[in-house]
């Protein structure tokens, strides 16, 4: 599975009105703790099919940066039905997010 990128017209198709979890990955490309995630982003996409895994960069859609409070990059927000379920900031192992992942899985 692939990791995709949204702008701010694509996000409620993308992540709000998705029916299964969809993980949001807020970042910027200039920013070294968000490249140091991208590769285990990328990883967790193909070992997690059940899960859409989603980029925002924060540069591009401001107002989506705003909307969900994203106060440092990156942050990760994990949608369920539309709704925020979990939320987390930092560059992490990838063991961390597997944690996070398997909360929010069937």
Not at 40 to 63: H, R, S, T, W
């Amino acid at each position: 599975m692939a990791v995709f990128h949204a702008r701010s017209a694509d996000f409620p198709k993308m992540v709000l009105e998705q029916n299964k979890a969809v993980l949001v990955d807020f970042y910027a490309p200039w920013c070294g703790p968000c490249r140091a995630t991208a590769p285990i982003i990328e990883q967790l996409a193909g070992e997690y099919p059940q899960m859409n895994f989603v980029k925002v960069d924060v540069d591009e859609c401001p107002e989506l940066a705003t909307r969900y409070e994203i106060f440092s990059i990156p942050t990760f927000i994990i949608f369920k039905n539309g709704k925020v379920a979990s939320q987390f900031a930092g560059a992490t192992s990838k063991e961390n997010f597997v944690v996070e992942i398997k909360k929010h899985l069937p």
